[in-house]
């Protein structure tokens, strides 16, 4: 296949497909020549200017030669410029500059996830060997480039230790393996580190990068111990106010390479979003293997782990296997990875159905069609999506399929206000109370326990702020107390981590504790590269899910219902029938049943209750809207069926179309629920998916008009004719109950006219963080009362235990 035949072959498919609606069809992106800085005027060491010479002879791209200049003068740097720019070498050439220059330099290079350090460590190689000042340090020290991460052998990683200087890893391990150990392990490496590079740093978002943040701070506490002062530099194609971003993720200040300052090739790039004749997953397959019969190789990206095995599954299989097409997501081992990558390099794979887990620059070669099953509800994953095709100067072409959900169908009939969205603001909470304590204790750790070598200008002020408080008895948390704090933060989450799926004695995956309710719960069939199991049981002492192969076309789905306990509430706005707020909440999620259905969506089997799955409990923030029973006494005589149906097709609206309101999030970032409180009344909530919050559905409170007004819109030109809707409205496919639109409309029109017509009593309850930390110490015993820790569960005097809503009551 012609690079020029692309677009050319991707619309005749489209032209050639039956009842085919095209919703959105813009010009194509003619893509642009490079505009160069010869390497003449490079700061950079004459063995690796002569290397260029030979694979560059026009020089670098202007923001290549910038960005590199000012990391040579020391400044801390990010680069935010389009996919496929070449911002891998804005940091490889200056750290291999700097081992020219300095021989015992060490350099830093930190990565989201271990299979882009994987990707770039051959690479690194073989770029130093062909360096005439490095080819012979490389081989004197084969592991001066080195990887160092959990899938490194035990027995190999002391020698790295010892001989590393460029040292590729990810968060998880600098946190667990090498700030822990220091002083053992890693002083040479830190006394000289001189470069420290985060790549892909739009991934550094919500609670992950919140960890992160203060995992960054406390790396540059023991840098200043071992008197160095590394330069960041940082890269993102899809990072919204870089540098913000970065002075908030590292604590120090950033200069900002931005996208108009790209003098990068790029090729010739084609859009559509369509509409095909059946459901959007069984159109998504069937044109992403059209494509790929075509000749060309297909990325078709898919909302879910399931739908992405699902895919696989149900692709009709005659005389041979389609060995061309495969499944990426998280939970496959490295082996699987590393097949599918080289498959799509090699083009013997020619069809992937991935989760988000390829939006990262992973090398997967030149890519010809991106396919979106479901739209992406951020611009970073849109963009970086798109971005996987016309690579390098190629033609490419990207097609959009709206799913059957309310925000998909907002955007089906608003296209052109999706793709002039800008990045989304990134989400960090760097006063997360809990996380805060936690990377408190492990920064004293990490100073030996003397609290007078703590760096507060290296940790920040919040920090410093847990320090001031512990030191005049006004915080006493269990974290301060633990002999292995590091081991008690969970970087990417909470939970109980993962659990390895177990097929006999052969491991097929791995699974997290959220992913575990929804996916292995016994007796569920869980599919993995186009295999099916059941799921014979889970054993949480083990952290093991026994599987048994089974050959089915069924599928199973559960039942998972939701209770909100109000912990407290943080800001408040009370009008005459409602109060909207924002809280802190604990959301527990339990499993509720499982039903197991043939092809043609036929029950074949369900099993009533839990399975003896655990809950899964969150304590989180949120939005909350409380709806007062004087709105029910106007509302209810006019409603068709009972409030609490009719407030959760409200929910499953307000639900769906947060995301044009709030900044980058998907299905996995937020929830919602609706639940009566003890006073009796309904609410609707939004709120965080993550541990404790990171301020995302917040947004809410101040939005909270415009989101409903979204959502009415939504429920009144959706063009369903039955009262009980469809999917792409109030119609919720795990809900066996039907839902009214004229009820949903009824509900969001009266609560439009409360916040349209009425000024709220807003009154702040707690604006200043530190003033709930300190609230929290002063709880007493019911009994003796004798004070009582937050976190404890017996009285430490009368044994007495502690309720729950005791002390969520008095905090």
Same mark, same amino acid.
């Given at each position: 296949?012609?690079?020029?035949?692309?677009?050319?072959?991707?619309?005749?498919?489209?032209?050639?497909?039956?009842?085919?609606?095209?919703?959105?069809?813009?010009?194509?992106?003619?893509?642009?020549?490079?505009?160069?800085?010869?390497?003449?005027?490079?700061?950079?060491?004459?063995?690796?200017?002569?290397?260029?010479?030979?694979?560059?002879?026009?020089?670098?791209?202007?923001?290549?030669?910038?960005?590199?200049?000012?990391?040579?003068?020391?400044?801390?740097?990010?680069?935010?410029?389009?996919?496929?720019?070449?911002?891998?070498?804005?940091?490889?050439?200056?750290?291999?500059?700097?081992?020219?220059?300095?021989?015992?330099?060490?350099?830093?290079?930190?990565?989201?996830?271990?299979?882009?350090?994987?990707?770039?460590?051959?690479?690194?190689?073989?770029?130093?060997?062909?360096?005439?000042?490095?080819?012979?340090?490389?081989?004197?020290?084969?592991?001066?480039?080195?990887?160092? !991460?959990?899938?490194?052998?035990? @027995? +190999?990683?002391?020698?790295? *230790?010892?001989?590393?200087?460029? $040292? /590729?890893?990810?968060?998880?391990?600098?946190?667990?393996?090498?700030?822990?150990?220091?002083?053992?392990?890693?002083?040479?490496?830190?006394?000289?580190?001189?470069?420290?590079?985060?790549?892909?740093?739009?991934?550094?978002?919500?609670?992950?990068?919140?960890?992160?943040?203060?995992?960054?701070?406390?790396?540059?506490?023991?840098?200043?111990?071992?008197?160095?002062?590394?330069?960041?530099?940082?890269?993102?194609?899809?990072?919204?106010?870089?540098?913000?971003?970065?002075?908030?993720?590292?604590?120090?200040?950033?200069?900002?390479?931005?996208?108009?300052?790209?003098?990068?090739?790029?090729?010739?790039?084609?859009?559509?979003?369509?509409?095909?004749?059946?459901?959007?997953?069984?159109?998504?397959?069937?044109?992403?293997?059209?494509?790929? !019969?075509?000749?060309?190789?297909? @990325? +078709?990206?898919?909302?879910? *782990?399931?739908?992405?095995?699902? $895919? /696989?599954?149900?692709?009709?299989?005659?005389?041979?296997?389609?060995?061309?097409?495969?499944?990426?997501?998280?939970?496959?081992?490295?082996?699987?990875?590393?097949?599918?990558?080289?498959?799509?390099?090699?083009?013997?794979?020619?069809?992937?159905?991935?989760?988000?887990?390829?939006?990262?620059?992973?090398?997967?070669?030149?890519?010809?069609?991106?396919?979106?099953?479901?739209?992406?509800?951020?611009?970073?994953?849109?963009?970086?999506?798109?971005?996987?095709?016309?690579?390098?100067?190629?033609?490419?072409?990207?097609?959009?399929?709206?799913?059957?959900?309310?925000?998909?169908?907002?955007?089906?009939?608003?296209?052109?206000?999706?793709?002039?969205?800008?990045?989304?603001?990134?989400?960090?909470?760097?006063?997360?109370?809990?996380?805060?304590?936690?990377?408190?204790?492990?920064?004293?750790?990490?100073?030996?326990?003397?609290?007078?070598?703590?760096?507060?200008?290296?940790?920040?002020?919040?920090?410093?702020?847990?320090?001031?408080?512990?030191?005049?008895?006004?915080?006493?948390?269990?974290?301060?107390?633990?002999?292995?704090?590091?081991?008690?933060?969970?970087?990417?989450?909470?939970?109980?981590?993962?659990?390895?799926?177990?097929?006999?004695?052969?491991?097929?995956?791995?699974?997290?504790?959220?992913?575990?309710?929804?996916?292995?719960?016994?007796?569920?069939?869980?599919?993995?590269?186009?295999?099916?199991?059941?799921?014979?049981?889970?054993?949480?002492?083990?952290?093991?899910?026994?599987?048994?192969?089974?050959?089915?076309?069924?599928?199973?789905?559960?039942?998972?219902?939701?209770?909100?306990?109000?912990?407290?509430?943080?800001?408040?706005?009370?009008?005459?029938?409602?109060?909207?707020?924002?809280?802190?909440?604990?959301?527990?999620?339990?499993?509720?049943?499982?039903?197991?259905?043939?092809?043609?969506?036929?029950?074949?089997?369900?099993?009533?209750?839990?399975?003896?799955?655990?809950?899964?409990?969150?304590?989180?923030?949120?939005?909350?809207?409380?709806?007062?029973?004087?709105?029910?006494?106007?509302?209810?005589?006019?409603?068709?069926?009972?409030?609490?149906?009719?407030?959760?097709?409200?929910?499953?609206?307000?639900?769906?179309?947060?995301?044009?309101?709030?900044?980058?999030?998907?299905?996995?970032?937020?929830?919602?629920?609706?639940?009566?409180?003890?006073?009796?009344?309904?609410?609707?909530?939004?709120?965080?998916?993550?541990?404790?919050?990171?301020?995302?559905?917040?947004?809410?409170?101040?939005?909270?008009?415009?989101?409903?007004?979204?959502?009415?819109?939504?429920?009144?030109?959706?063009?369903?004719?039955?009262?009980?809707?469809?999917?792409?409205?109030?119609?919720?496919?795990?809900?066996?109950?039907?839902?009214?639109?004229?009820?949903?409309?009824?509900?969001?029109?009266?609560?439009?006219?409360?916040?349209?017509?009425?000024?709220?009593?807003?009154?702040?309850?707690?604006?200043?963080?530190?003033?709930?930390?300190?609230?929290?110490?002063?709880?007493?015993?019911?009994?003796?009362?004798?004070?009582?820790?937050?976190?404890?569960?017996?009285?430490?005097?009368?044994?007495?235990?502690?309720?729950?809503?005791?002390?969520?009551?008095?905090?």
């Amino acid at each position: 296949m012609s690079q020029r035949d692309v677009i050319a072959t991707t619309a005749s498919v489209l032209s050639g497909t039956p009842d085919l609606n095209v919703i959105f069809d813009p010009a194509a992106d003619n893509g642009r020549d490079g505009q160069f800085q010869p390497l003449s005027d490079s700061s950079l060491c004459f063995s690796i200017r002569n290397y260029l010479s030979d694979r560059f002879p026009q020089g670098l791209f202007t923001h290549q030669h910038d960005a590199i200049e000012n990391v040579l003068a020391g400044k801390n740097s990010v680069v935010a410029t389009r996919t496929s720019s070449g911002k891998s070498l804005i940091f490889s050439l200056p750290a291999f500059h700097t081992l020219c220059e300095e021989p015992d330099s060490t350099v830093l290079f930190l990565y989201p996830q271990k299979a882009l350090a994987n990707d770039q460590l051959l690479k690194l190689r073989e770029m130093a060997a062909a360096i005439p000042c490095l080819s012979q340090a490389q081989a004197d020290n084969p592991l001066l480039i080195s990887r160092y !991460d959990g899938s490194v052998d035990s @027995l +190999a990683r002391p020698q790295i *230790r010892e001989h590393v200087q460029l $040292m /590729l890893t990810n968060p998880d391990m600098l946190h667990f393996s090498v700030l822990q150990y220091h002083e053992n392990h890693w002083a040479r490496f830190f006394r000289n580190l001189k470069l420290v590079v985060i790549d892909e740093c739009h991934e550094y978002r919500g609670i992950f990068g919140t960890n992160v943040a203060l995992i960054l701070h406390r790396l540059r506490q023991i840098c200043q111990l071992y008197g160095s002062n590394p330069t960041f530099v940082a890269t993102s194609a899809t990072v919204s106010e870089p540098q913000a971003h970065m002075e908030k993720l590292t604590g120090v200040p950033f200069e900002c390479v931005e996208s108009s300052r790209d003098g990068s090739r790029q090729g010739v790039r084609k859009m559509w979003m369509v509409n095909g004749p059946e459901h959007y997953y069984d159109f998504g397959r069937k044109l992403a293997l059209q494509l790929a !019969d075509k000749g060309l190789t297909v @990325l +078709a990206f898919c909302p879910s *782990r399931v739908s992405a095995e699902r $895919m /696989l599954s149900r692709i009709p299989r005659k005389d041979e296997e389609l060995d061309y097409v495969r499944v990426y997501r998280s939970g496959l081992s490295s082996t699987e990875r590393s097949s599918i990558e080289c498959g799509l390099r090699d083009r013997t794979v020619r069809v992937v159905f991935s989760t988000s887990a390829l939006e990262l620059g992973i090398d997967i070669g030149e890519i010809d069609v991106v396919v979106c099953i479901g739209l992406p509800h951020s611009m970073m994953s849109l963009w970086q999506r798109v971005g996987r095709s016309a690579r390098g100067g190629r033609e490419g072409t990207a097609i959009f399929i709206p799913a059957d959900s309310p925000i998909d169908t907002y955007y089906a009939n608003n296209p052109s206000e999706l793709f002039a969205k800008d990045h989304e603001p990134l989400v960090l909470n760097l006063t997360n109370q809990r996380l805060l304590c936690q990377h408190y204790a492990c920064a004293l750790q990490e100073v030996g326990g003397r609290e007078e070598r703590l760096k507060f200008d290296a940790l920040g002020s919040e920090i410093e702020t847990i320090h001031r408080l512990r030191s005049e008895g006004k915080l006493d948390r269990d974290e301060f107390y633990r002999s292995e704090p590091h081991m008690e933060i969970s970087i990417r989450g909470a939970g109980e981590g993962s659990y390895k799926l177990m097929e006999g004695d052969e491991c097929v995956g791995e699974i997290d504790s959220f992913h575990l309710l929804r996916e292995s719960c016994r007796n569920a069939i869980y599919r993995h590269g186009g295999r099916a199991f059941r799921v014979k049981d889970v054993i949480r002492g083990r952290k093991v899910v026994n599987l048994r192969v089974e050959r089915t076309f069924n599928e199973t789905t559960p039942f998972i219902q939701k209770k909100i306990q109000l912990r407290q509430t943080l800001q408040a706005a009370d009008y005459s029938l409602v109060r909207l707020a924002t809280v802190k909440i604990r959301a527990t999620e339990f499993l509720a049943g499982l039903t197991e259905r043939d092809r043609g969506g036929r029950v074949v089997n369900s099993w009533g209750g839990n399975q003896a799955m655990p809950p899964h409990q969150l304590p989180t923030e949120g939005t909350m809207l409380l709806l007062r029973r004087e709105f029910w006494t106007e509302v209810l005589p006019q409603l068709q069926g009972n409030e609490a149906q009719a407030l959760e097709a409200c929910e499953r609206l307000l639900y769906g179309l947060f995301p044009t309101i709030s900044g980058p999030c998907d299905t996995q970032d937020f929830s919602s629920a609706v639940d009566r409180l003890p006073t009796g009344e309904l609410a609707v909530f939004l709120y965080d998916a993550v541990y404790d919050g990171v301020g995302l559905t917040l947004v809410a409170y101040e939005q909270m008009t415009e989101l409903l007004q979204k959502a009415l819109e939504r429920v009144s030109t959706c063009d369903c004719e039955e009262d009980c809707g469809c999917f792409s409205c109030v119609a919720n496919p795990n809900k066996e109950r039907p839902a009214s639109k004229h009820d949903a409309r009824l509900i969001l029109e009266t609560l439009l006219q409360v916040f349209e017509t009425e000024s709220p009593r807003e009154q702040i309850v707690t604006s200043d963080w530190t003033a709930t930390l300190e609230q929290i110490v002063s709880i007493a015993c019911s009994t003796c009362q004798a004070s009582v820790k937050p976190t404890d569960r017996f009285c430490p005097n009368c044994g007495t235990k502690i309720a729950a809503g005791m002390l969520e009551a008095t905090a």
